[in-house]
């Protein structure tokens, strides 16, 4: 399996556009790196999981993170 992740930044302030543009570059590149670490760490948790698994485990996460932040969206 293999993603691709697009990120554009704006930030036409002068003097700052690039100091601000590479920091927000380097925060999102380093969020996805941690999440594909853990996701490659935690391989042995769904390594032997089918495809129908899986989708539950992602809808139970899903469910479970809307109710920490709140969010009534299904």
């Known amino acids: 399996m293999c993603s691709y992740k697009l990120v554009g930044v704006k930030f036409e302030v002068w003097g700052l556009q690039t100091r601000v543009e590479q920091f927000v570059h380097k ?3 380093d ?16 390594f032997a999981m089918s495809l129908e698994d899986v989708r539950k485990f992602e809808t139970q996460m899903h469910v ?10 299904t």
């Open 27 to 29: 925060v999102i590149r």
């Open 31 to 46: 969020i996805l790196l941690v999440g594909h670490r853990q996701a490659f760490a935690w391989v042995d948790e769904w």
């Open 64 to 73: 479970a993170t809307n109710q920490k932040l709140g969010c009534q969206e």
